[in-house]
Every structure is written in C-alpha cells, then in structure tokens.
C-alpha cells in the first residue's frame, strides 16, 4: 500500500508532502490544475521514463520518493533480497531528474537501476486510464491473470513441473545422439587405434622397465668386466674368501686353549664367509643375465621406441597407454550399442512429452471452465457502465508444438467487442477511450481476488459519462477499494463521493508571478463545498450543497 508520496522541483510542484492510507482516495480539481503532474511523479517513482522538462524552472534537479507498506509475503521481498537490498519497515522508493535530464534511481536508500526500480514498481502499483494503462493491455499478463482467477496454481505448477522434466528428458538425448554421432564419425580412426595398441599391449610401468635394462645392457661389456674382476677378488687365489678360510683354521687350532674369548670372533668370520659365499653367487648369476641378454638389446629398443612413438602419436604418456586403450573400448562398446541407448533415450523423452501433454490437456480444460465464469462476471459488470452493446471474450488459442512452455500450450488474450456482430479484438485496438477505461474497470473488478499488486490507480475512468453510469462507476471503485488500496483521478462528483479520503489538486500564480500547483487534503465542510462545486460549476450554489448532501449520504 502506498503510503506516502513526497514531490520536489516537479513542473509546477514546489514541494509537496502527501500521507495516503487504504481504501479509496480521490483526487479532484479543475482542468489544468496540475493533476496529472502527481501522477506523472508517481510515475517516475516508479520506475517510468523521465525527461527534463519534468524539473522546475531555475531548480537544478527534482526529487520524488514514494512510501509503501507491504505485508511480509510480498513478491517485492523477494526481489529486494535476490538484490542484496536491505528489507526496512517501510519500502521506500525515490527518484532523482537533474535539469539536464539524468536520473538516478534508490531502492532503500540503495542506489539500483531504473530497470530494477521498474520491476519492482510495477508489482507496487498499476495505473489505469485513458491513455496510460499497462497490467490488463499487456496480453502476455492475460493467462497469468486467468489461471490466477481460475485457481490453477496446481495444475499449472504441474505442467511447469512436466515441462521441465521433458526438456531434460530431450537435452539427455540431443547430447547422447550427438556423441553417438561424433563417436560414428571417428569410428574407423577408433578401431584402428585399438588394434594397434592390442598388438602392443603395453602394460603399466612397461617403459620404466625397458629403459633400465637398455641401459644395462648398453653398459654389458663394462659391467661384465667388473663383476668378472670382483668375483676374482673374492673367490680366487689369496682372495677374500681363501683368506678368510684361513684365519678360521688358524684360529681352530687354538680354540680349546682360549676358552669362550674367541666365539664371537669365530661367529663374526662365519657370518662373514656365508655373506662373501651368496655375493659371489648373487654376481655370478647377474653375470649369467647379462651374458643371456645380450642379445636382447635391439629386441627392448624396438619396443621402447614402438611404445614411445604410438604414445607421442596419441599426445601422451607410454604410462597412459593401457589407460587410453579403456577409453577407445569404452566409445567403441557406446558405438555399438548406441542405438539401444538412444532408443531408450528416445522412449524416455517420449513418455516425458506424454504425461507433460496430458497435464497440459487438463490445465487447458481447467482454463476454458474458467474463462467462462471470468467472461460472465466481466459481462455482468458492463451495463450498469452503459457498455451494455458490448462483449468481452477470454480467447484461449492452442500453440503450435515448438511454442510449447512451462504454462502450457494455450495462448490466452482479452478480446472486446463494442458493438453486435462486429469481430473482437484487442481492448486498446476496439474500445475508444472512454470505454476502454470502463472496460478496465470492469475486469479489474472481476479479478479483484486475484490481484497481487496493492495499489490502483485510475485515470479519469468516468471521463464522458454522468449520471446513473457514473454512480455505476463509483460504486465498482468502491468495491474495489474494500479489497485493494484505489487512487481515482476524477470529474465526476458521483466518483469522488464515495472516497474514503479526498485531496483537491488547485493552481494559483504566486507573488512572484509563476504559477503553482498545490494539493490539499479535504475535511468534512471543504469536501461538500468541492463535491457541489463539481456539481454546479464556477458558483457553488445551496441546491448544489444540498446535491452533495445525498450523495454524500447515499454511499
């Protein structure tokens, strides 16, 4: 709900402060007095498009702030906080022109983006009028409205639900078959890649094995060599081992003499003589392989190179061969049985797009029951608004399948006809001005439950009409505003009536010789002098009094 609107610098606004509370609020005054300029400045604050000339003459910027309460559930708070803007007591939105025509936007005392400040301005407040009109008039708001009015949150939250199920369904085949096709593309490059690397079967930490003994068998000679001259040193003559044979016998024959002193020598050489024994055998047999290999050498570099050239041709490591050789089989086995797999992929998606039709099918169904009842209320509202020539239609049209979405598969629009027999169409393309104002009303007051956004603003509804249609209109403004907060611009005494509050907007030239609007919140004496001005014109006569009595005493 609006609560508060404060105007600075705005054309023939010098400053202005106004408290607003709920039900219905009307503004009257002459024409020319400056009525539009408030909306104009709610407008801004709201998110509109701003212009220059909007700032007063010799001011350097304008300024306007709007003031709401809104209760904790609103679809504003989830935007403040998507936002990472602070949520206060009150939401507080303001609007700055410069006089050169910049302007900034503050949610909160947060500067934002006009774009932002839009979006939440228009869940905030909806102007309706004759010329600026943009909820109902915007046919992409209309099935919204209907499934609102219908109470189809269910259903509709269970097509969009299917919607997306069937669309994952589609994505997971669109991705399988184009890496189906992609792996058939490469298919025989695969198989030839596998048969290579199957007549090489290389094997886990086979090149570091290779490489070690190339480099043996490389440096055989030399090696042999030196095992050769060891075991000679320590097997052959006045080697390590027959010296060590002969410190044992030498310490054998004096044994029994030295008691226990010498077996911990004896032990050591002992110990000793097994150690050399087992090194000699260790080098001979290392001889022996290196004596047996040596003719292996050429065999271990043709497949160390072999390894290491299809390795390098694949950009990778000999390591990672037997890993890429999995992977080859695995897109293979997917080329092979990628036809089963789309199938199922296709009968998944298949099903998905069946129980999304089926759903689809009753939310259509569920929308045409309530498109009946929503044109019988909105037709039963226009005659009393001398609209009684005319029809209005709800028109739910099927889409064509690729325009299939998560609200389902119907197009829904308003249609109107002003006149029998005549084809329907459009509101803003059939109804002239002043019936396009009554029309609005009348839908707004057939959806009033379904509304989300607190605040109606009406332009000069009544405009070209009096007496009983006048009342008429009054009387659905009044209806309204026991559900939503409603601000009404209007000439028609009838109209302004039966406002809960009253504000008369009035234009005066100042000392100074410049003119300016000022607007004044009416108590109980000034607002039957304004009701019978309205009545009678520029002399408020006591019959135009006595006028405004019943009308006041009649609401």
């Known amino acids: ?269 002992d110990r000793a003589a097994v150690e050399i024994e087992e090194a000699i055998g260790q080098l001979n047999r290392i001889g022996s392989d290196l004596n047996a290999d040596s003719g292996a050498l050429e065999d271990i570099e043709e497949r160390l190179f072999a390894l290491r050239d299809i390795a390098r041709k694949h950009g990778t490591g000999v390591d990672d061969l037997p890993r890429l050789r999995e992977d080859i089989a695995e897109r293979l086995t997917f080329i092979d049985a990628g036809e089963e797999r789309l199938a199922a992929l296709t009968a998944q998606a298949e099903a998905a797009r069946k129980e999304y039709e089926r759903a689809a099918e009753t939310l259509s169904a569920k929308r045409r029951s309530a498109a009946e009842r929503l044109d019988a209320a909105v037709n039963a509202e226009l005659p009393p608004l001398k609209l009684e020539r005319a029809r209005f239609a709800t028109e739910i049209h099927p889409l064509e399948p690729s325009r299939w979405g998560p609200n389902g598969r119907d197009r829904v629009g308003f249609a109107v006809t002003t006149n029998p027999g005549m084809p329907g169409g459009p509101l803003d393309k059939i109804a002239s001005g002043g019936e396009l104002s009554r029309f609005l009303l009348a839908i707004k007051v057939a959806l009033a439950e379904v509304g989300t956004v607190p605040t109606l603003v009406f332009d000069e509804v009544d405009a070209g009409v009096g007496g009983a249609t006048a009342a008429a209109v009054g009387e659905r403004l009044g209806r309204l505003a026991e559900r939503l907060q409603v601000l009404v611009v209007t000439h028609s005494p009838q109209v302004a009536a039966r406002g809960v509050s009253h504000w008369r907007v009035a234009k005066s030239t100042g000392n100074d010789g410049r003119a300016a609007t000022s607007v004044s919140s009416l108590d109980p004496h000034n607002r039957r002098e304004e009701l019978a001005r309205m009545l009678s014109g520029a002399e408020i006569t006591d019959e135009a009094r006595a006028a405004a009595d019943r009308l006041i005493q009649g609401v």
């Open 1 to 269: 709900m609006l609560t508060g609107l404060t105007i600075r610098d705005i054309v023939l606004i010098d400053r202005l402060r106004l408290s607003f509370s709920g039900g219905l609020a009307v503004l009257t005054g002459e024409t020319g007095a400056g009525k539009s300029i408030l909306l104009d400045s709610l407008g801004l604050a709201l998110g509109r498009r701003s212009e220059a000339k909007l700032v007063r003459p010799g001011a350097d910027k304008a300024s306007i702030t709007a003031e709401f309460e809104l209760p904790e559930d609103h679809a504003v708070h989830a935007i403040l906080d998507e936002n990472d803007l602070p949520r206060e007591d009150h939401l507080i939105l303001r609007r700055t022109v410069s006089a050169d025509g910049r302007s900034k936007a503050f949610v909160n005392d947060q500067p934002v983006g006009i774009a932002l400040l839009k979006q939440i301005g228009e869940r905030l407040v909806e102007v309706q009028g004759q010329f600026d009109q943009h909820g109902l008039l915007d046919a992409a708001t209309h099935i919204d409205l209907l499934d609102a009015f219908g109470g189809l949150d269910a259903e509709r939250g269970q097509v969009e639900r299917l919607f997306g199920g069937w669309q994952a369904a589609r994505r997971e085949f669109d991705k399988a078959a184009a890496k189906a096709e992609a792996a058939r593309k490469e298919e025989d490059y695969l198989r030839f890649a596998a048969e290579e690397l199957d007549k090489l079967s290389p094997q886990p930490g086979e090149e570091e094995d290779l490489a070690e003994r190339r480099t043996l068998l490389q440096n055989a000679e030399r090696l042999t060599e030196s095992i050769t001259a060891a075991v000679d040193f320590l097997s052959g003559n006045g080697g390590a081992d027959d010296g060590l044979r002969q410190a044992q016998r030498a310490l054998d024959r004096v044994a029994d003499k030295m008691g226990e002193r010498l077996n911990e020598v004896v032990a050591g050489l």
